[in-house]
């Protein structure tokens, strides 16, 4: 089944613990992007990558690190988490950027920093 | 920057009337737009793009407006359902950074039976 996976699906973590969210699809994507969702802000892109080894920033890249070593893997990275990345994470990919029309979207990371 | 936003947050309509969803761009470069559908706890879902150079897109029982003069998009759902609920979003993009797709803050989506 085509599919984009997340874990954790559900993290409670501490301030300054690093943490990892792996993302993983099985559909030989070239492009993978990760989103936030915060209530009122709607989706906001933190990281994307247009293939193996190309990472660019998104919209809001503060805080956070991806790394693109094979083509079905992009784990986001908090190097040191705060509160302020408590959010809902969501991985996506798709054939090629600006393929959109057949992006698929993980199922979501809901991460709390206390 | 440039923001993507929404005129109205909620919209309630009778099950079986039609639904308009607004969207405002400001990205005036912008050459691409989608509109996805998230439902309760799962990720967003593409419902229908239309390209800059298009005013009108229409797929099943959906139809994406374009006016470019005054960046406005809109989603309209014919005969809508209660299976229609939920948010949506409206998201733009550019050919200069196709990678980076700017979402708007979502309207949400209720019907009554």
């Known amino acids: 089944e085509a599919q984009v996976t997340q874990n954790p699906r559900y993290l409670i973590t501490v301030t300054g613990k690093k943490l990892t969210v792996t993302c993983s699809q099985n559909?030989?994507?070239?492009?993978m992007s990760w989103y936030r969702q915060d209530p009122g802000l709607g989706l906001r892109q933190i990281y994307y990558?247009?293939?193996?080894?190309?990472?660019d920033k998104g919209d809001v890249p503060e805080g956070y690190k991806v790394s693109r070593k094979e083509k079905r893997n992009f784990p986001l990275i908090l190097e040191s988490p705060s509160p302020n990345q408590t959010s809902l994470y969501f991985c996506?990919?798709?054939?090629?950027?600006?393929?959109?029309?057949?992006?698929?979207f993980g199922p979501g990371t809901r991460l709390t920093v206390l | 920057g440039e923001s993507v936003g929404l005129h109205l947050p909620t919209l309630s309509v009778q099950e079986g009337d039609n639904s308009i969803i607004n969207c405002a761009y400001s990205?005036?470069?912008?050459?691409?737009f989608i509109w996805y559908k998230q439902e309760s706890g799962k990720g967003p879902q593409f419902i229908i793009d239309i390209r800059s150079n298009m005013d009108k897109r229409q797929g099943q029982r959906v139809t994406v407006l374009l006016n470019k003069t005054v960046k406005h998009l809109s989603l309209q759902i014919a005969a809508t359902q209660p299976g229609d609920s939920a948010v949506y979003f409206c998201?733009?993009?550019?050919?200069?950074?196709?990678?980076?797709?700017?979402f708007g803050k979502g309207t949400k989506l209720s019907v009554k039976p």
């Open positions: 990205n005036s470069a912008s050459d691409y």
């Open positions: 998201a733009e993009t550019y050919g200069g950074s196709q990678g980076n797709l700017i």
């Open positions: 996506a990919s798709s054939f090629r950027a600006g393929n959109y029309n057949e992006q698929f």
């Open positions: 990558s247009m293939n193996v080894e190309v990472t």
């Open positions: 559909m030989n994507h070239e492009y």
